[in-house]
């Protein structure tokens, strides 16, 4: 994507809506997407990436559980982001989230879904250890026809 105009980046953002799966119950998808164009920065808010500058990106897709878009920088699968929303050069709203997936389309796009969720300093502010955070991250809960009573948990 180096070099290219805005119209040329959205024809390539628009060649990938073959690949968009907007339907709910597909796959891990719980909420419809819908199809929206605009520009996101991506601020690192975990210690996997070492640069400080925002990461650029193009959105393709949202729904009420996450986006999609297109960036020219790898993003790891499970590293987390404050997606910042820009209108007219401005951030007008941000949101944090997780990256759930991410594909090399060619040497320099690469395709991510990110999951929206909660910010990491409010999981801080609940007294949440730093490394038990992740292991919160065990995806939906499994369905169990069993019931737990107030007596079966372990509150301290």
Request: with cysteine; glycine share 10%.
């Amino acid at each position: 994507m180096d070099h290219e105009t805005p119209s040329q980046r959205l024809a390539r953002i628009e060649a990938l809506e073959a690949l968009r799966d907007t339907a709910v119950g597909t796959g891990d998808r719980r909420f419809q997407r819908h199809q929206v164009r605009g520009n996101i920065e991506l601020i690192k808010t975990d210690e996997t990436r070492q640069t400080s500058y925002p990461v650029v990106g193009n959105l393709r897709d949202g729904g009420l559980g996450g986006v999609g878009f297109v960036t020219e920088e790898a993003l790891d699968v499970g590293s987390s982001y404050r997606i910042c929303f820009v209108k007219s050069g401005s951030i007008v709203e941000s949101q944090p989230a997780v990256v759930r997936h991410s594909r090399c389309l060619d040497d320099s796009t690469y395709l991510v879904g990110a999951q929206f969720c909660a910010e990491l300093g409010l999981m801080h502010l609940m007294d949440v250890n730093e490394h038990e955070i992740a292991k919160l991250d065990a995806g939906p809960p499994q369905e169990s026809d069993a019931f737990l009573g107030p007596d079966d948990l372990n509150i301290s």
